[in-house]
Every structure is written in C-alpha cells, then in structure tokens.
C-alpha cells in the first residue's frame, strides 16, 4: 500500500478508515496556502538579513565572551561579575550563546538571533490574528507581519547575536498568550504569559518596561471576559512567577540588583544626545510604522464596525461617547498596542541616551505591528484587499518602507572592519606570555579566546600596578607607570575610552622608548577613530 | 431603487446564464424600478466630496510610483525591490478562497510591473546623454515599451463585471443582420448568408415573437464588382433581403448606413454586423441578444476567429488576433472599454442613431464609433467563439489589412489624444445638450490610449534593432554603461521575467507566431505613422479572401535589410568582443534576438510562397511539433528535469560526501638512501635547454594565496618526476611591507589556516607522491633575518611548523613529504627541533671562496638533499669540484646544484 492510497481511501480494496477524507485534506490544504504568504515574508525577512555581514561588533563581543567562559566552566550557574553590569541574565542567553559558539562559531549564535526574529515575526502573525474580524483578520495579520519583518532595527536585530532578539522573540510569546488567556480564561495560558514575560525580564531587563502592555492585554481581556476574580487570579499567579524566579536568580547571585540597577532602573545615560535628535531617529528607523499603528486604533474606534444611531440632531461628544462605550471592550487593547510602540522610545528621549535606542524600537513595533497591519489593510480597500485598485496602495506603502528599511539596517549593521586588527593582534601574541594593554577587551579579548587567557589582557576599566621599587599605582598612574617600565609586550588603543583613563598615555607609549607603532587601523568601530597597535621591542 | 429579483423568462435568464461574461462567468440580474434614461436626463450639477477619493488613490498610487523608481534609480535596491513586490503580492493575492488565476496572475503581475518599473527608474539615469539622437529615442522607445506592457496586466487583471440590468426584455426588440459585401463572391456569401440564417432560426424556435431580418448590404455595384447582380440573384435565392447601393461613399460605413436606412433599422432595432466572411455559429443571436436587457448596453462584442488555419499567413495572424480577443478584449470588457470590431458584433440602433450613424469619414469606422459612444453606453464581450471567417491568405493581404487597421487607429488616437490623456478629464453627468466632449472614464481613456498607441511599436522596434547596430558598427553607445553587474541585477531580471511571465499569461490563448508576426509589421506601422503625420489619405481597402499573388519577396525587403545589418552587426561585434566585451556582449545578445525575429518573418515569406504540397508537409510538420510539444516534449522535459534534479543533488552530495569518497592519499615518495639523484636549480630562462635531462624532481615556489597547480603536478606524475612545492607566505617580490599574516607568529596563531586547509585539501586531492616545503631558511640568524623582523622567537617558529604539518595531517594530505630547507650558519634550536618534523632535510653549499664543506652524519637515518649554489654566473668547472665533494658524503640523497642567484635567506 502506497502513500497515495493512505491519502486516498477509495483508492484502493485495503483501503483503512484514517481520517485523511478529502475534507480533512481540503481543510487542510487551505489552512497551508494561508501559511504561503507568512512563508514568503520570513524568506524575505531571511533574505533581508543575510545581506547584513560583519565582524563581531562590541556588544556581541561582550555577551559572548562570558558566555564562552560559562560554556566552557560547563555549569551556568557560577556567578560572575558579569551580572553586575550585564543588562540582562549572564546565566541565561550568554551561555546558550557560548554554547552555540562552541558548536558552530559566531555565526551559530547570529542564526539564533536570526530564528528568535523569525519567530518573532511569527508571534505579530498570531497576535494579529485574535483581533479584528472576518477576513479583515488574517490581512490584517499578514501584513502586521510584513511590516514587523521589514523594519530596520528587526532586520539588523535579526543578525545581531546579543540577547536583544530573543528578547523580542520570548516578549511576543508573552502577548500572544496573554491575549490567548484573556480571551478564553485558560490558567495555562496566564502560566505560559508569566513564564515568557520573566524569561523575557530575564534576557534583557529592558524587557520590563512592557510589563504594561501585557498587563493591560490580560488584565482587559480578562476582565471582560471572566471577570475580576480571574483577572486577579491571572495577576497574582504571574506576580508569584516572577517573584520565584528572581528570588531563586538573586540567592544564587546577589550582584544582579547592582546590574539591574546599573544598566536598567537607574542607568546612567552613555551617550547623551538631544531629544529632538533621538526623535528624529525614531521617526526615521520606524515612525510610518508607529504612525500607521495610531492611524489604525483610531479607524478602528472610528470607521470599524461601529453603528452610529441614527439621527443628525446627537452633537459630537454624545457620538463619541456612544462609540467609546461600544467599543470599550477593545479599544484600550488596540491603543495600548499602538501606544507600546513609543514606550522604548520615550524612555531614551526622556534620559537622552541614545545607545541601543536603534534595538529597542524593534521591541515596541512588536506590540503596534497588528494595529499598523490593520490600519494597512483599511487603507488598502478593507476586507477584500485583492478587489479594486487601492491594494497598489498597500503594495506601494510596503515597498517604500522596505526600500528604506534595508539600506537603514545595513547602515546599521556597518560598524568598522575588524577582522584584520584582531588578525595583527594574533600576529604578536603567544599563548599565557604576552600582556596585552587594549581599550577594546571584549573584542580582543573573543578575537583571541582560543589562544590567550582573558586575563592576558589589560583593559581601561580596572588596572593596579606594582612597579619595579615596589611601589602600587592604581587607575591612570598605574598605566602610565608600566609603560614607562615596558611592563606590556601589545598595546592596542581604539581611543574609545581608555584616553579618559589615562590622557597622556600616548605620550608615554612614545617616550618609553619601548614601543614600536606596527600597525594602524582606520576608519575602526561605530565612531570610526584610528586603532593603533604598538609591540615591545625592548629587552627586559 | 434596486433589487435582486427571480426572472419570469426562464429561457432569457437561460441564455445570460450561459453568455460566458467575462470573469465571473454568472450574471446578476437585477430589476430596476423604471428604465433607466440617465442618457437624457440632465442631471444638477452637485460636489460631492467623495467624487475626490479615485483621483486622491490615484495621486498616491502615481506620486509612490514616482517615488518607487526614484528608490530604484538611486540605489541598488532594483532587485530587493522586485523580490518585495513578489511577497507583498503573495500576502494580497495568495489566498485558500480565491480564483487560483487570479492569484497567480495577480501576483505575476505585480512582480513583473514593479521590475519594469525599477528598471525604468534605472535606465531614466543611464540615458547616454553624450549620444543624445540615439539614447533619448531609445529610452522613449523603452518607456514606451514598459508602460505597453503595464498597461496589457492592467487590462488583463481580473475584475468582476458589473451586473446586466434587466430594464427591458431584448427578445421583443427587432434584429437586422447586415452583412456587407462588395466582391467576396457567391461561395463566400453563401456561407455567411447561411450561418446568419441558422442563428435567425435558433432564435425564433426559442423565441417565436422575435423579428429577425438579414440584409445584404451590396456595395458590389458602386465598387465596380462584375458579379454585383450575382450577389442580388444570390439573396434571392436564399430569401434573404438584399440592399444595393448606386451611389458610392463612406466605405462600409457608408454601405451599412445607407441600408440601416432603406430597412429602417432605427431607433430600439438591434443590428447584428458580420463581414462577408463571417459566418455566425446557430446560437450567436441567442447569446448575444439577451445583455441587450439592460437599456445602457450598447453593443455586444463577439471574437473574430479564422477557420482556413491551413493557410500559414491566417495561421500566423489567427494567433495574432487570439491575442487580442482572447486576451485583450475579456480584460476590457468589465471596464466598459470593448471597441467595436466591424463584425460578429450586435449594437443597438439607438446608439448610433445618437452620433448620426457609423462615421464615414473613418477607415475604421468601428474604432471611431466605440470612442465616441462610450461616454454613455455599455459594452459587453463574449468570449464563446460565435463566428468564424477569413483570414488573409497572403503577405500582402495581411499587410494591406494591418496598414489600414494601425493608419485609422493611429489618426482616432491623434484626433482624441487631447480628450483621452488629459489626467483631469473625467465623466461628466449628461446635459441637455447632449454627451459631453470629454466623457470618458480613467479605464477607457487608458484603454483607448494602449489601443491607439499600440500601432507606434513599429517605431519601437525599428529603434530597438538600430541602437545595438549602431552601437556594435559605430561604437554610439545610447547607455551609460556602469557595469555588468549593476545592468544584469536590473535588466536581466525584468527581461526574464517580462518574458516568462507574458508566455505564462498567453499560455492556450495564443502562441510565440501571434508575438511574430506583430514584430513583423513594424515596417508597415512605421508606413502608418508616415501617413498620419503627413495627412496623406488611404482609402478603405477590403481584406482579400482569397490569394492574390505568389511573390511574397517584395513584402519582406525591409526584414530582408535590417536582416543583413543585423548579421553585419553581429559578426562586427563579435570581432571586438575583446575590446570591451561586457556591453558589446549584451549587445550581441540583443542583436540575436532580433535576428530571430527577422527571421521568423522570412520564414512565414517562404513558408507561405511554397507550391502547396511542400507547404502543406511543412504545415504537418508544424502540427506535429505542436502535438509533441504537448505529449512527448512534455515527458522529455520532466525527464529532463529528474535528470537535472538528480545531477543537482548528487553534486550537492559529492561535494559533501566528497572527501570521504576519495580514493587514499598516495604515500609520501620513498626518501631514504636510493642513491644520489641530481638535481639542477636552473634560472627559469634556461629550463628549456634541460629539456633533454631526465627529471626526477621538479620543484617550483607558489604563493599560498595562490592555488595549487595540480594540472601541473598530474603532467609531471604522468613523466614519473615528483612535485617539489614551496610555500611561500609572502611575496619576496613585496618587498619590506609588513605581512604580519605571513610571520611564524601569525601562522603559529592560525592566521594562514584557511589557506593551509585549501593547499592540503588539493594536495590531498592529488594524491601522488610530492615534497613540500614551508618556512625555507628560517633559522638563519642575521640582521636581516626575516623571523627576527616579525619579533618571532625559536619557539615560534617551530609552533608554526608544527601547526602546518597537523592542519596537512588533520586534512588527510599524507601523501606530502616535508623537507626542511636549512640555512646556513642557522638557529640550532629550530634546526634540531624541526629535523625531528622533516622527512628529509635541503642543506645550502654555497660556492664561496676556500670553502670546503664536511658533512658531519649530523642528520642520522634523515635524508639530505645537497644544493650546492654559487651567485651569479654559473661556473662550469664549480660544477665538477662540487660533485667530487657530494660523493664522498654516504647520506647525500639528491644533489641539486643550484645555477642561478638563487641563494639568501628569507621567508617566501
């Protein structure tokens, strides 16, 4: 018996009774040719990303570093004084990062940052799909997924291996079952949205700003639901999550309060740039998107299936009341989507710090990509968007954004080559010998994990040096004292940070006498400043 | 107000059922409750804010068009672009529930129209400006050729047609049947005569209270026909009226008015036109005539199909004219843009009573009635094949018949341009004073400008086969060419896809002949275009039904010419390839491809001005590749296609499974104590006077950047000599520059690795016996000593020795062995540490002055080789003294004298 006749019953005599009726398979089939368009946005999101090519940028290079370390400790429970200023767990995607690392290098752990957006994409496709109606539904699904997987930030997060993606992935697990259990009450549900939400928290801290919006998603659709003994219940039950798990994470690494506290809650900006500017960042990495959200809350509160009650004599605040009470049910579910959009964005416009401000945009355009996709899909003619002429609109709209979204990514995504420094610096360094002085620690520091120890290096951030009478220097002096004395046989200075440290550095480098300047690289990292390398040609 | 509602004509309702509208393929009848004569009912003239929402959608559509090949034109995003379009259309069109041909068109479509318009938006900057006369027209030509092409998927887009109004019931209304002749003969008339019969019949057996009259509208005698009272003897007979005109004009316009005029065939009549050749199928009237419910329908337009296909002119123009209504007029029909086509047609007498009758001032009439009368009437097309007729037998009838369809078409669309391309002009209520001048819809417009303008791709074509002429015979270039790339990742992609996509399109309507023979009209439009602009008049000229002569050469002299010039042109460029072969190649390419076209017209000449029973073989021959084209070029190609899916994979898998597929590495080549062989390290100049030495060892010194030479190292296997390999990390040619990639260091650390694992891989490929060498002389201890430059230490020398042997062995190159070539006066911490790594070790005698080297059994069971090499000119009698010195050593394995000035120390 062939596979043809398992799939066709009355094919044959010993045919068996198995479910594969012509209805089964027709439904089934239908359901499948609703997945080619989802299929066609994750090629071309995969195809987008597989444009974005580069060495290991510095934030990379951070999280994989320590994640090698755990890898290779083999237990991801050892503390680390990487919790005290990594921003999200190092236990957590670090050492899976290391892991990957292991199996199949950088670009293994980039393939994970790849599938978590994917998927991503994946979760706006299902949350879409719980709102709206009728056919109005799935187009509106479609293209919230088409325009989540053609903004920059999820183009470039999608080739970027911090745990920025998975972040994104775990938070749109969290929305799509908080939605899940406010619509049909379901305790699992609630479980899976609390145990998301705290992976999500768990990966990147940042993550907690959106603990409102997934609040007001479960909490509303609860409340209208089931009521407010669920609500609460849902609440509680996902409180007591959270606060398992971190009780748990804190006992075991106390030191993750200081890395909270320092790169989350109370972070001090690092690169501080005006408001105005941040804005205009935002509104050019996604603000059609985040304005297209807005636009789709307010034809939903406006032009959705609202039924004005007839009669031109009722003035326009009664109309607006009438449409507010009838649409209460969802409508603060759709402005908190829209609205979650700018949350990351204020927030870096309200402390003016304008690192990762690129990353977390992705995480907003999470939330208002369903709306943005329904505000589409009634710009495009409604629910039958292949009828008439204004899908070209549509068409057009999603062009143009994706014509400015991969050229924004790619320029994202061109930090300095760095490849043939780390290769210079291979080229002088031997394994447990060679003392290495560099403001670039992290990416040296992964450039030459499988040849010198990590604490072969020196970097700018902590340095205390006894010299040759004896003496301990600690910061700046300590630096300028062991060049004096020859005390580094590599020094190799990208002039990000360390000039803060020690400014007349470079004027010992020249003045000991033992250093030779062997290599110099231009045009090095985000702020493109000249990286040089010298070697110790003295004798000691 | 209206309502849908169950028709009380079952047998009406029937007939519509089964019409075929376009599209949808059922028609919604609903009722109205009072006839609908918006025609003259003025109308106040009233703002309405949401008349502004088509022209707002189509300011976007434009203004992001716009926008999109500005995008396409100032970035490399022309591919990303198409492939976006491609998912965005799959997200619209893509869907469980919809028609699988609209989904597929849609999405084709789509992707095809945003690749024509990236390339336009990249051409729109690569327009030559340095050769203005030729890239200027070329790129109108281009343009032209682009918005022809968006404008066929805009026609062919699916729509749903709107509803058929029953206002009234079309049975009870009186039929003519006009069928106008002048001299097409009585067996040609009979036919006709007698089809228009069989549908009068089948019509009046389903609807007895049905009037049908059949007229024949005999211009024979103002024509000077000699068989004109043949023709009235004929109608006669079959009883059949018959109209004969005494005073000439207007053309068959004029002879269709003059008999709407003797018979009355005014005001709620419906007039069903065939051509004299045109003979109707039985149930032609009972399809047609029941649209005519609704009071708005105008006329009802049926295809026009030949029936003597075993004439290869009519074969070729039956393909041609299947483009049009097969393809063309079921798209045009739901945006109410079906012309009248002078036959298989039936129109409502009101209408042309409303513009005075069928212009006579036309020679094509039924184009100048269309344009006017659709400002307010309805037209339908049936898709059902209700007629079948002649078509042109010969060259000349058919160019006759194209050269006064494109001058007529061509003088409407000069005479209408103003009306039909002004973007502001749109429908307009009907007034008092009748239709407004400027009463076309968008749709129409845009339909009736492709139709008018269709007939200046004669210009087109001469331009396209000029530019590659020019540019291949004179060096005019009309692009500004960029590169290979950038025209390929823009160009390329549109011109497949144009391309797969059309013939996707047209797949069972039409075939590749209808394409050729249109591009074989481009001499006669080119005529056309030269008779409008000039005003010159042409008379209106009867399509011959029947062949009028042999000689079908002087017809094709211009295919004939700009054959020649094509053949010229190509083998022209073909003899400068070399000297700028990436345009003159896409130039050559372009030129083929028209060169095939012309041929195909040359073929069509001959293949029609054969005696008939070649020709006839000839056309067997043709149904037979069809037919196998169909069955079994169809297994042929799936086989093909296995074949090529199974090559495919297995490569994928041999590349994969490759390596461990290979047979085993030969072993190293036996070293120790065979006897002392010489060698001779000769300047590369004088290696061809050593030709006649038998050579045993050949070695050479390859950069690691470059590949290994297997071919060379399998020649030399062949001769029974061993490959000898040196590799060099960097160039010795490169000077002081700081290779710190090619330091013992760097290699040490693995910066080499990648280029290791490729030079083992092929080594290990080889498979025969071979000597390697790597870090020559990297003991020698000098102020210039390369190892010391790099900062490289003894142990890091010996590391990177030790990581090149592991990453050879790791890579199963076992088949190498590693000789060590030592320096003079070198390290002896490398020289011991790396004598326990080699398998035989090169000691350097250089010629020195009272020098006399000893050996010292130093080297134990190691095999050593002894090159002995003195700078400068070779000495002839060094040669003598230096052997005398070898023989006496019992180690000496091979002997290498070394002529040249080929010493020193150095990493390479």
Redesign the interface.
Known sequence: MGLSDLLNPRAGAFAPALPFTPEIRARW???L??L??LI??L??QT??MSTLRNDIERDEAIYLLEGLKLADLGSAAVPTDASTYFSGLPYFYPFFGGLLHNIGGLEAVRALSTVSMLLATVTVYALARHFFDGTARRDSA??AA?LFA?QPSVIFLGRYATFDALCVLLLGCAAVFAVRAGMTGRVSSAVLTGLFFTLAVATKYAALIYAAPIAVLIGWLTLRRSGFGRAAAFGALMLAIACIFSGIMLLLDPGLTQGLSFTTTAREAMTIVPREQIAGLVIALSGGTILLGFVGFGIYLFAGDIRVPPGDDSTLVQRGIVFIARHSALAPVILTLAAAAVLSPAYHIYKMEFTSLHKHVAFGILFAAPVAGYALMRI?GGQA???G????????????I??GS??QAQGLYSWGFRAEAA??L?????PASTRILTDEAFIFGYALY??IDPSQITSQYYFEYTDRWGDTHLGAPAYTRAVDEGYFDVIALGFDFGVTYAPDLLEHIHTSGYYQQ??AFPAWGWERETLIIW?F?GDR | MEKLHRVDNPPLMEAVRHADVPYNGTVRVRSVDAPRQEVSQPEAVRFDVRALQPVV?RL??AA??G??MM??AG?N?GM??T??????????????E?ERW??LF?ILA?TVS?SALVYLGWRAFSVNLVSAWIAVPLFAAEVFGALHLLGFYYTLYPR?SEPIAQDIDPTTLPIYVFVPTVNEGREVLTATLKGAMAARDAYLAQYPHGRVTIVLCNDGRVAGAPDWEDTERLAAELGVECVTRTVKGGAKAGNLEHARHVVGAHGDALIAVFDADQVATADFLLKTVPYFSEMRMGWVQTGQYYWNTENTVARWANDQQAMFYRLLCPGKSPLNAVIICGTNVVIRANALDEIGGLPQDSITEDMAASVTLHRRWRSIFLQDELAHGLGPMDLKSYFAQQRRWSTGNLKIGAQHFKALANPFAGPRPANADGAPADGLRFDQRVQYLLGTSHYLCGVRDFIYIMTPVIYLLFGTSAIDYTSMGQFLSVALPFWVMSHVVFYIVIRGQTGIRGVMINFANFPVYLNSLFTVITGRRLGFQVTSKQRVGRGNLQFIRPHLFFLALCLVAFVVGVQKLPQNPEPIFVSLVWIAYQTFFLSSVIWLAVADGLPKPLRRRIDGIETALKAARMQPFTRIGRSLAAVSSVLVIGGFVFTLTGRAAMPPASPPPALAHSGAGIGLILPYETLDAARDVEQSVIGRTDLIAADFDTAWAEALRETGAIPWVTLAFRDPGAGDA?D??A?P??IA???RDADLRRWAAAVRAYGGPMYLTVLPRIDVVAASFDAAR??AQP??VIRAWTHIQAIFTAEGATNAAWIWVKGALGEPQIDAALRTMADAVIIEMPSLPRNLWVFSGLYGDLPVFVQVARAGQADPAFLPLALDHAAQVDELDVFLFDAGSHFGAGIY
Do not use: Q
Not at chain 1, 389 to 400: E, K, P, Q, S, T
Not at chain 1, 426 to 430: A, G, I, T
């Open positions: 089939l239908a359901r040719t609703a080619v368009p066609a946005i090629a071309l195809a987008a479609y293209l088409a053609m495009g968007l292949a009828a002429r204004r899908w070209l609109l549509v068409l057009i709209a999603c062009l143009l994706f014509a991969l050229p290769d210079a291979r080229s002088l360094v031997r499988d040849l062997v290599y070697r040609v | 959608e976007l559509i992001g068009t926008a999109l995008v396409a970035s995003m990303w672009l492939l976006a379009a491609f998912v965005i259309s799959v997200v619209i069109f893509a869907r469980a919809s609209h989904a849609g789509v945003v749903k700081e710190f990639d330091s260091l760097a650390n693995g910066l790099f900062g142990d890091d």
